[in-house]
């Protein structure tokens, strides 16, 4: 899938089919080898309070669910408010790799090139 | 220290809280805290050190708790928000309940999908409970309109009763270890059976510590023209049980709609109950509010509206939106929708209103501490 970055491979291997689950599938067995590109996660200002007050984080991650399996370890309270208990992106919640939304892309498999700008962003919905 | 009414005001757009001096001549108001985010719970703890607590249902970020131990001048979340287990497959979605458990620290929790969590250190930490999250019918439990929810929490002695939309009522009578429906008499309007085990759309129950066994619910009503399967079901909005909810009557005669959400009990006077008739459209029958007060347990009811719009309102009062201090001449409080808090002083004699252009409420909560 073409995408504005131009350098991103989607991944063949079926995923998990609730949208935005993170939940590892057979797919994370099989990673390909190589150096883990070091990405940059932008945190919303309502969610740099759980962060320690971050606007940005850095992290190694070679698709946006690793990125999270990451954020889950590392940075557990800023996880929770991103993904619900199932490991589900939360649903009033945007991904966007650069400038892309994940759900156009490849969901949470989306995968990421050394660079790549991760941000999370709450929907335009609600009253 | 002064005893102070205090109020806990739940609204679209975070939480508020209004206190005043003993003859409730004026109240102050702060807040929102957690502003923004829709807050469906509220708790006011005065077991010792008063303490408060709030829902706080980001519907971007997920569920928090706010707690307040300086008197609801400042809200911090706790260290963690109900969550279901990992491999449960249900995600929490919204709180709607919060009372205070046994322990000094004890809370209980009720949730959206329709569960119930316990704290036993102050909301920093829950579980599950699994003898009513994990019951053989809580797969089979609808979301009524307001969504899947467990809405009420009484605690009496052993005995333990939810109140669940739409599950209907369930009762433990082993601390919370097991639970069983208990819904004879509770009818439903919105399925074949009129009166099925399980799936009322129970909306409020109230008790009494006065009146052992006595129990008021406000269930979904509005039933009186069915005329599909299973006819037409008069009356079965408002209930009462004088057996520890094992059973059910109806006591909605007199009243111009067996509609409504909130059901609140007089806090020294177990005959005296209060509720607020609805109309099919979720609005005040005729636009003219009124409260409703039955001092006989339901067997006749009187409307209560002075001081109170007599025509063009149309405001819902939601479930939990409805409360009566503890004062020798007790207070009710009701919120709407449109994001007016009124006051009915002698027990709902004479109405005012408090605040009159908050968000839309969804709930009220009162106590001395």
Same mark, same amino acid.
């Given at each position: 899938?073409a995408?504005s ?5 989607? =991944?063949q291997?079926p995923v998990c ?11 994370d067995k099989f990673h390909p ?8 996660i932008h945190?919303?200002?309502?969610l740099r309070?759980?962060?320690a007050?971050a606007?940005?984080?850095s992290?190694s991650a070679?698709?946006? /669910?690793t990125?999270?399996?990451d954020l889950?370890? =590392?940075?557990a309270?800023?996880y /929770?408010n991103?993904?619900d208990e199932?490991g589900t992106?939360r649903?009033?919640?945007n991904?966007?790799?650069n ?7 490849n969901?949470v498999?989306?995968?990421?090139a050394?660079?790549d700008?991760?941000t999370?962003?709450p929907?335009?919905?609600?009253g | 220290?002064?005893?102070?009414i205090i109020l806990?005001?739940g609204?679209k757009?975070g939480l508020?809280v209004?206190d005043?001096?003993k003859?409730r001549?004026s ?6 805290f957690?502003p923004g985010?829709? +807050?469906?719970s509220t708790?006011?703890?005065?077991r010792?050190?008063?303490?408060l607590?709030?829902?706080?249902c980001?519907?971007f970020?997920?569920m ?5 131990t %300086?008197?609801g001048k ?5 260290k963690?928000?109900?969550?279901f287990?990992?491999d449960d497959?249900?995600?929490l +979605?919204?709180?709607?309940g919060l009372?205070a458990?046994g322990?000094?620290? %004890?809370l209980w929790?009720g949730?959206?999908p ?5 704290s036993?250190?102050?909301? !920093?930490s829950?579980?599950?409970?699994? &003898? ?6 809580a797969?089979?439990?609808q979301?009524?309109?307001? &969504?899947?929810?467990?809405?009420t929490?009484i605690?009496d002695?052993n005995?333990?009763h939810l109140?669940?939309s739409?599950?209907g009522?369930y009762l433990?009578?082993d601390? $919370?270890?097991?639970f069983r ?5 509770v009818g439903? *309007?919105?399925?074949?059976?009129p009166?099925?085990?399980f ?5 409020k129950?109230a008790r009494? !510590?006065d009146a052992p ?9 509005g039933w009186?023209d069915?005329?599909?399967?299973g ?10 049980s004088?057996d ?8 909605a005669k007199?009243?111009?709609s067996?509609?409504g959400f909130?059901?609140v009990?007089h806090?020294?006077?177990a005959d005296?109950?209060? +509720?607020?008739p609805l109309?099919?459209t979720r609005?005040?029958p ?5 409260v409703?007060r039955s001092e006989? &347990? $339901?067997?006749s009811?009187?409307?209560l ?9 149309y405001?819902t009062?939601?479930? !939990?939106?409805m409360?009566i !201090?503890?004062?020798k001449?007790p207070a009710l409080?009701f ?8 006051? &009915?002083?002698?027990g *709902? ?5 408090l605040?009159?252009s ?5 709930? +009220?909560?009162?106590?001395?501490a």
């Open positions: 899938m995408t970055t131009g350098h991103r491979q989607q =991944s291997i089919n609730r949208v935005g689950c993170i939940v590892p599938t057979a797919s080898m190589g150096p883990v590109p070091t990405i940059t945190v919303p200002g309502p309070t759980y962060c007050g606007a940005q984080l992290i070679d698709t946006v /669910r990125a999270l399996e889950q370890r =590392s940075q309270a800023l /929770r991103v993904c199932t992106v649903r009033h919640l991904v966007f790799v400038s892309d939304n994940v759900r156009d892309l969901g498999d989306t995968t990421l050394p660079g700008v991760v999370i962003l929907a335009v919905s609600g | 220290m002064v005893d102070r806990t005001i609204t757009k508020f209004a005043a001096a003859p001549r109240f102050a108001l702060r807040g929102p957690g985010i829709p +807050v469906y708790l006011i703890d005065t010792g050190t008063p303490c607590y709030a829902s706080s980001n519907p970020f997920g928090k708790v706010l707690r307040s %300086d008197m400042s809200f911090t979340e706790t963690s928000a109900p969550a287990p990992k497959g249900r995600a +979605v919204n709180i709607w009372e458990g322990g000094k620290k %004890d929790c949730v959206e329709a569960s119930l969590f316990r036993h250190d102050g909301g !920093d829950w579980d599950l409970v699994p &003898g009513i999250s994990n019951h053989d019918h797969r089979k439990w979301p009524g309109n307001g &969504g899947l929810c467990m809405h929490i605690r002695g005995r333990v109140g669940i739409t599950g009522h433990s009578e601390g $919370g270890e097991t429906a208990s819904n004879q008499g439903a *309007g919105f399925a074949p059976d009166y099925p085990e799936g009322q759309c129970v909306h129950i009494h !510590d066994g006595r129990l008021y619910m406000q269930n979904h009503g009186a069915w005329t599909g399967p006819g037409p079901r008069p009356d079965i909005g408002v209930l009462r004088d520890y909810g094992h059973s059910w009557r109806s006591i007199g009243l111009p067996d509609f909130p059901i009990v806090p020294y006077d005296t109950v209060y +509720v607020m109309d099919a609005s005040c005729g636009g003219a509010p009124a409703w006989n &347990g $339901g067997e009811w009187s409307r509206a002075r001081g109170l719009p007599r025509k063009q309102s405001f009062v939601l479930r !939990d939106a409360d !201090d503890r004062l001449a409080y919120g709407t929708t449109t994001g007016q808090l009124w006051i &009915g002083r002698e *709902g004699e004479q109405w005012d209103c605040f009159d908050l968000p839309p409420i969804y709930n +009220v909560k009162v106590a001395v």
